[in-house]
């Protein structure tokens, strides 16, 4: 492409609109444009970014066998009611009525619309498994829309969706999908993870979220430092310390702590470390008259080391405890256990208990003696108080052993890309979706479903590769490989005719080439484009270098220029593309 | 592809809601479902056509300079009121409100988004002239959706925007467009014609529309047997007959009709030919006061030849007649003409007469007499009745001499699938949309508009190119190239290596195969698919031809198969393939 007819439209300025680099970025790169809250216009250098992130997908899906179709965007409620969404779906479900009068929404995902499909296309066993994909607008109508094309309202989603006619064959499914999945960040070229994520409601067995990890990124992701584990913060599994618990050396003693409510400052009050004291906090247990009648529930004791953060996520799931978790209002607490809640401890209390494994492998701790202004200390196991159920009741922090034995934990910030799921039958049983197996019976089919965020992932790109000068795209979505700049290229004919021949050259053997031809730009405002561009790779070309029979290249990543011989310029360039 | 992992999903019954061919054999042949009125899913055979003729669009526009955006299908009102369309725009523009209230439409054209882009980006005439297109999903509410995806809600359509300093340069991109659209449908293989269109209110000098002859086609296209010259019927030039008018012979005589009120019927009272009548109609002229006070305006006559129709878009155009046309009311005829519509004539007739080029020709001619019940035969111009202001006011027929000079015209039914339109300053005067020209003055830009319903050409196609055994693709957006249908594959070795063999080396070639490897699939069965699927070649591969050393081939609009030696097959086919 010749930049003369080309729409370049960097800016200098960071907008300030925009907070995230990547948002900043892709208005100063002139990649989009605003066209209201969450409605963007792609310009022809991010349409070029997003156009080889989507073929790259495709040819990805394509290879795991999945068949490509297109959905409307505008889908009938009729469909949304049989699933029952219509009522559930929040206000991101754009609703609308047509000139008629009739009840449509604007897609922001097409699981009952595939579901149609297929119920009335697919009737045999001997059709299955099928998967079906679409690369698609999709809209979400978000209250707050933000982060530019991050969280947009209108966005490309590749959305997939398979049928079975059993688990064992979605499972199948599902593992070919991450694979294919792993493969596409794998050649977009992005350091990533494919997380063990929660399921939700939905109560299927497998979901995974796969996480560009950057700085900016909305979600936590721990993983190991020595194999592929990885998972959402919030579902990460703590396990219990390693080895027996040490045995306890001191008596338990209560100790005067007037005013000292928290276990910071208990801590600095006993100068002790808070990983040796003991929280417990107060929730709602599971109510016999059902949830209407919560302030019946009994009360549930949790009890967790003092630097330990509570997952209420796990918590919630807990037999006996109320979901989702309610803590105990504190006149309850007052009422009912005779203290505060800076106060509270293990010892003596009255009601169930449930104990963090890493809270149960303490020896001589520190821990409330639910009474006002005072707290045990030397407070052990079995000796002082019993240890009854315990159970993992916390967010796993940085340094913790990874859940299956290899390596520690590692936290790392992660933005959500893509998501695959094993949906069970929700849908296809909501809508009545069955096929006749070999027996000639009827069965309900079993469903995935599995998402890209592909506008998504040019921002997440960018996140995660940048600079003070701009973008540094990864090789594969660039939206050119090469620029060529030359040095007064309109005053001096040998220039011209180097750089107009290496570009016609380079053009022609399918390379993605930006030729700076426009005729008076300066060379200082040419360069700061092409790296704010991200560019990979650039030369720059001048009478001087010429003369010399060199030429002056640089990668977008590295420190220093270098120059080659102009003799094997062609050569080298390819070779450096990979082409 | 191999059909036991793909979807083909052929119908054997016609679609009983299914009224034009091409909307039955997208049904049939599995490449679209109906979701709901006029919103069709494209299911794998649909979308890979759809894809073929994106990347032959995609491909042209590119080479025509054309740069390639995306723009969002959800548009703010905001822009539509700066452009004054919010209000003039019907109820095919789907208005509709988000979570905040805030009005917003879906997108049935991009004029003001891409006016407000490029008010933004472009600055200087330095930048001009520029051409944005996308290919992007759109939507229109069509009150009566029909025909399937030829007149959808939502559809996939390429749109293209310039921006010039002056209308030459308008015209110069506008030209370019003409031809790219002249080699995107030449490369699909389909018949068309480039024709002239109505500006309609805007008033620019030109437009074409791009027609897909067809007899299916809801527009009727008047072109030229020997040129290229090619118009709407409503605007093709009925040009003056060749020579001198004859000269009168009989002489003028009123005749008593009685009860005979239209062409045909007094033609036959008189035993004379309807050519050699003259029809006239009263319509209104300009009123002085304004349109308002139509009841006051003045009466006009357009006299017609008795088998000609009148062209009320010519007519309305005229200086002295009311746009939009309108006829006068019968009370006002009977009034100030003395008779009712049934024996008006030009002798004697009052008010200002307009006369048809082709019924100035006329010698010898019957007409009302103004009087009920009579008309007079033998009347000539010049001698019995004053010859004044001639005018184009008819619709050609086919026969008429083209306008060109060049052959005589024949009239064909049309579907249009392109309009490429000189939009002037309509929507950047409204929005402000300028630049600064050399002398640093402000200038409004100039705008072009090209549009292709890109959905729509895979139906016209189809409407073009079918029979009984169903559709014919052209073979450059065909779903596949050819089809391997192989004879008990699951029980001979033989053909199946040979098939399988034959689906590899042709894939990894790049040629769309389909292989019929269904285990159980009967030929029968099969070729009737390959058939309605409108595959261009097919081959059948069998134990006994294997034995003999030949295959059987087919190309789709062959009448008989022949027989390829095996040894040669690939070769053969990739030639006949054009690979």
Known sequence: MRASLYLIATQKETPNDAVVISHQLMLRAGMIRRLSSGLYTWLPTGLRVLRKVERIVREEMDRAGALEVVMPVVQPAELWEESGRWQQYGPELLRIKDRHDNPFCLGPTHEEVITDVVRNEINSYKQLPVNFYQVQTKFRDEIRPRFGVMRAREFTMKDAYSFHLNVDSLQETYDVMHAAYCRIFDRIGLDYRPVLADTGSIGGSHSHEFHVLAESGE????????????????????????????????????????????????????????????????????????????????????????????????????????????????????????????????????????????????????????????????????????????????????????????????????????????????????????????????????????????????????????????????????PFQLAIVPINMHKSDVVREKCEHLYESLRDKGVDVLLMDEPKARLGAMLADVELLGIPHRIVIGDRGLEKGVVEYKGRRDAESQEFAESQLEEVLLKLIGH
């Not at 309610?326 to 449930?354: D, H, N, W, Y």
């Open 219 to 478: 979600d936590d992701i721990a993983f190991s430092t020595e194999s592929r584990y990885a998972a959402n913060v919030e579902l990460a599994e703590a396990t219990a310390p390693a080895g027996e618990r040490p045995t306890g050396t001191r008596s338990m003693e209560e100790v005067h702590t007037p005013g000292q409510k928290t276990i910071a400052a208990v801590s600095e009050f006993l100068r002790s470390d808070p990983a040796h004291s003991i929280k417990t906090l107060i929730v709602l247990g599971e109510c016999p008259e059902g949830p209407e009648e919560s302030d019946r529930a009994p009360l549930v004791a949790l009890v967790l080391r003092g630097d330990h953060a509570l997952n209420e996520l796990k918590a919630e799931k807990l037999p006996g405890v109320a979901g989702p978790l309610q803590f105990a209002p504190e006149a309850r607490i007052a009422e009912e256990l005779g203290c505060g809640v800076g106060s509270l401890g293990p010892v003596g209390m009255k009601i169930e208990t449930i104990v963090d494994r890493s809270a149960a492998h303490l020896a001589d701790f520190i821990c409330g003696a639910n009474r006002d202004d005072y707290h045990y200390t030397g407070v052990n196991w079995g000796r002082d108080v019993e240890l009854g159920r315990i159970e993992d009741l916390r967010n796993v922090v940085a340094g913790d052993p990874s859940p299956d034995g290899r390596g520690q934990l590692e936290i790392k910030r992660g933005i959500e890309v893509g998501h695959i799921f094993q949906l069970g039958d929700k849908y296809s049983r909501a809508m009545n979706a069955t096929v006749l197996d070999e027996n000639g019976k009827e069965q309900v089919l079993v469903m995935g479903c599995y998402g890209i965020g592909v506008s998504r992932i040019v921002a997440a790109a960018i996140e995660q590769n940048h600079d003070d000068a701009g973008i540094i795209w990864p090789d594969a979505i660039a």
